[in-house]
């Protein structure tokens, strides 16, 4: 079945640790994206990519890094320089730029600073 | 930037009931779509609207757009106990790429 595969489902770091969240998708999707959930809070947009090897920062990137050396994977890196990186995590795929057909997400990693 | 404000923020009502949430946008858009998020999992595409068209429907789900207002509705009819989530509405605008940007959320208690 096609889908997005987010690893770790949880995930705890330490202070002044950077950690990386892995996604993976098998649906052939140009477009990924980066999301982080607040409690109680709607999405906001970190990193999103449209082709391989390019990605733009959204509306809260600072703190955050990301890669694409491949059409499959979009890992994100919570760097230490991110204040409060206690959130939930989601990254979605679409068919180029979306442009009417929505995004897939996956389940998601929720990170917790311990 | 968050732009889509859902209302009300949350709802509660009984099996067999019908839900409306409401939301309000402050931009040009050119699909608005809904989503559902069951708690402490991914979104899931409901149902999408281009902004020349008013309304849809998807099985027990209508969704109406009003441009002139920047607001849409989902109506979900005869709620049923899986129901119960939390529902987003989020609007997409191509310019030379497109993302999409979501609102707050209305979590929806569906009771048996």
């Known amino acids: 079945d096609g889908g997005i595969t987010q690893s770790p489902k949880y995930l705890f770091r330490k202070e002044g640790q950077n950690v990386t969240l892995s996604c993976e998708q098998n649906?052939?999707?140009?477009?990924m994206y980066w999301y982080r959930q607040d409690p109680g809070q709607g999405l906001r947009l970190i990193y999103y990519?449209?082709?391989?090897?390019?990605?733009q920062k959204g509306d809260i990137a600072e703190g955050y890094s990301v890669s694409r050396e491949k059409k499959e994977s979009f890992p994100l890196t919570v760097t230490s320089a991110q204040k409060n990186p206690t959130a939930f995590y989601l990254c979605?795929?679409?068919?180029?730029?979306?442009?009417?057909?929505?995004?897939?997400f996956g389940s998601g990693t929720r990170l917790t600073v311990v | 930037s968050q732009q889509g404000e859902e209302d009300p923020q949350a709802l509660s009502i009984q099996e067999g009931e019908n839900a409306t949430m409401n939301c309000s946008y402050k931009t040009s858009i050119n699909n608005l779509q809904w989503y559902r998020q069951n708690s402490g999992r991914g979104l899931v595409h409901l149902i999408l609207?281009?902004?020349?068209?008013r309304e849809k429907h998807s099985g027990r789900l209508r969704v109406t757009l009003d441009t002139s207002k920047k607001s849409s509705s989902l109506l979900i009819t005869a709620s049923r106990a899986a129901d119960t989530a939390s529902y987003f509405c989020a609007t997409e605008l191509y310019s030379g790429y497109s993302t999409l940007t979501f609102g707050k959320g209305t979590m929806l208690l569906v009771s048996p």
């Open positions: 609207i281009r902004s020349n068209e």
């Open positions: 979605a795929s679409s068919i180029e730029g979306g442009q009417g057909y929505g995004y897939t």
């Open positions: 649906l052939n999707h140009d477009a």
């Open positions: 990519s449209q082709i391989v090897n390019d990605f």
